[in-house]
């Protein structure tokens, strides 16, 4: 095996030569697998710093071939050691949900002892298996630490072994390797965001405002009739973000508009011919409470790795997918994480699918494969849009970790979206609406 012409550039090409013992026919086998995140390919576990003493903690890092990335995993002791030091191994502590992984001296413990099935899970950890290795809170960014948590399916459980094939074993009660099954989840999962939460810079006014409200500072929003509405929608009067202008929102909460008092804008109950109407109704699935103000829809979507603001519903078809409609102004925030945007459904479907669409909940899993988070729609026109069926007026947000088969998106009803000023307070959501809320906390926006 020989590096074409000793260049060590990229790209260029190992063939078969004559052997020269030569430095371009030299190499060094890396004894170890490497154990990666089955969503993202380019993340690995790694050995902080590579140090061999008790209690390195084990992290997520992009993939570098280094040593600190290789790991052995022995089937008859079903053990996770360091390759470059086989006396150590991954320790789950006290094998409790939350448990942060660790290196430590190998001693044939339970907290050491995994089961491998596109899951790693501690094999003794319940009568039932089911402790499982867990990527913190969704995040891939590097630095994220593995966790213990119960076994759930979710993507940020799931892990490709890099390397010489092993059994995908556990145990049952009489100690045999047995082969157990794992059905990989999409609802009721994290969404990958990082850690800490982003800061991005927000902006709230268009360039032109249409007879809308601007505000220029707290004071001259705290002594205007509106106020009593940014209470009511984020829970307070913003601190910071200004100036505001209401022509920014796209929705706003008709019937808190009126409790305030707002006199100076009528709301139509037709459909909207010009930018910065407000008109009631939008689309087949929204909320009664909601109103819009039209603005043309932006053909570029919204940037990954931002809060955005959105809408849902329960749809029972929605198992493996979570579909949203853009609302700035809802209130209510979904982390995007990798993001793209198409114009229309089948666009999407030729290109994370290589096939037309045959069911629209076909593409979170398509979506998952090709390493996005969310994707979107800004050309999307139906007859479910009381003002749409030959106009799009808004752009659809679809999520691929959830599913909009629950009122919340998930089962889980709470660290998955955001609430109040900027996405600045976490939102739990009350599974017996039947719209996306943070009822629970903070209370706001009203339902």
Known sequence: MDVSGGSTALGTPVQVWDCSHSWNQMWTVSAGITLRVSSDYEKCIDLTGGSTDNGTPIQIWDCNGLSNQKWDFEGGLYQLRYAADTSKCIDGGNMADGFQLWLWDCNGLSSQKWG?????????????????????????????????????????????????????SSFDA???????????????????????????????????????????SQSDLQ????????????????????PICIEHFWTLYWKVVGDIGYKDKSMSSSCPSAEGEWYKNQDFYQRPTISWIFHPVPSNGFPSNTWHEVHHGQVSGEIRTAWFMSGTGSGIFLWLGKTKVYGDHNAAALDLCKRPILGFDELGPCA?????????????????????????????????????????????????????????????????KSYLNCYNSPGVPPN
């Open 116 to 168: 491998y099935d596109g899951t790693l899970f501690l094999a003794d950890s319940r009568s039932d298996a089911s402790l499982c290795m867990d990527v913190s809170e969704g995040s891939v960014t590097d630095g994220t630490r593995l966790q213990l948590w119960s076994c759930n399916g979710c993507w940020n459980q799931q892990f490709l072994v890099i390397g010489p094939s092993s059994s995908a």
């Open 174 to 216: 009489s100690g045999k390797a047995v082969i157990r099954a794992q059905e990989v989840r999409l609802e009721s999962c994290p969404s990958p965001s990082p850690s800490p939460s982003p800061s991005p810079v927000w902006s709230h006014c268009d360039s032109n405002q249409h007879g809308w409200p601007v505000f220029n």
């Open 223 to 242: 002594n205007s009739i509106w106020a009593g509405y940014f209470e009511k929608v984020y829970g307070a009067v913003p601190s910071w973000g200004y």
């Open 368 to 432: 998952l494969n090709n390493g996005l988070d969310t994707f979107q729609f800004t050309a999307h026109v139906s007859n479910e849009w009381d003002c749409g069926s030959t106009n799009e007026l808004n752009v659809e947000i679809v999520s691929a970790h959830l599913s909009g088969q629950y009122p919340c998106a998930s089962k889980t009803t709470s660290g998955i979206f955001k609430a109040g000023w900027e996405a600045s307070q976490d939102c739990s959501c009350d599974a017996s």
